[in-house]
């Protein structure tokens, strides 16, 4: 069953401008990860943020996670036109796979 | 070099075609997985195999057959294609415990016309 939800579903923002994503989740988890989709490409990992991790940062990204709201959040900073892309959130719990969300469509318009 | 890598880019065939997608990792991992995306970019997993064994077999219509010859590769071949098998197909591989980081293949878009 389908574990992250990642809300908004699509996001235009102007450049220079953050951009904030957000994921639900359902069960517990172990991770969560998230991942980035440009147009016709495969998924690239950005950043894993482990249960007992509140916060995590890798250059203009920020992840938030709170267990307790079974939710995280990506922040992109400062935002560039090469940052159009989908964005997935991916769970990870135990010995079974990773789930992914629907993602969401983040265009930067320069 | 492409550290996981799959081909055809695009396969574009009849109704009732058998075709195989091929997949290769170059990252010595253990773990490899065929995702299908749909046209709402919803990313299902179907298989996953681990050194060369089915671990994860997703309720995936049996016309859909993986193959792992060995741990670097896995191929899939799609016998009596359907319309609703339209998608774009991605393989991915990870290390050790599934729930680990993958990394994906450039991706397969398969249209049945």
């Known amino acids: 069953s389908q574990q992250g939800e990642e809300d908004p579903q699509a996001l235009s923002i102007q450049e220079g401008e953050n951009a904030t994503m957000n994921c639900s989740y359902k069960t517990s988890i172990n991770n969560l990860q998230w991942y980035r989709q440009n147009s016709g490409r495969g998924l690239v990992h950005l950043i894993l943020?482990?249960?007992?991790?509140r916060e995590k940062h890798s250059g203009r990204l920020r992840v938030t996670l709170d267990t307790s709201k079974k939710s995280s959040s990506l922040l992109i900073t400062a935002s560039r036109a090469a940052d159009t892309a989908s964005y997935f959130c991916?769970?990870?719990?135990?010995?079974?796979?990773?789930?992914f969300g629907k993602g969401t469509r983040l265009s930067v318009i320069a | 070099d492409t550290a996981v890598s799959q081909t055809p880019k695009y396969l574009v065939t009849q109704m009732g075609n058998d075709k195989s997608i091929k997949c290769e990792q170059n990252l010595g991992h253990d773990t490899m997985y065929w995702y299908k995306q749909d046209s709402k970019k919803f990313l299902k997993i179907m298989f996953s195999?681990?050194?060369?064994?089915?671990?994860i077999n997703e309720t995936v219509p049996n016309r859909f057959s993986p193959k792992s010859p060995d741990k670097a590769h896995l191929n899939l071949h799609i016998n009596s294609l359907e319309l609703g098998d339209s998608a774009v197909y991605f393989c991915?591989?990870?290390?050790?415990?599934?729930?680990?980081?993958?990394?994906f293949g450039a991706g397969t878009r398969l249209s049945v016309l």
């Open positions: 195999y681990n050194n060369k064994e089915l671990i």
């Open positions: 991915a591989s990870s290390q050790g415990a599934l729930k680990n980081i993958q990394y």
């Open positions: 991916a769970t990870g719990s135990g010995n079974t796979p990773l789930v």
């Open positions: 943020i482990r249960s007992n991790e």
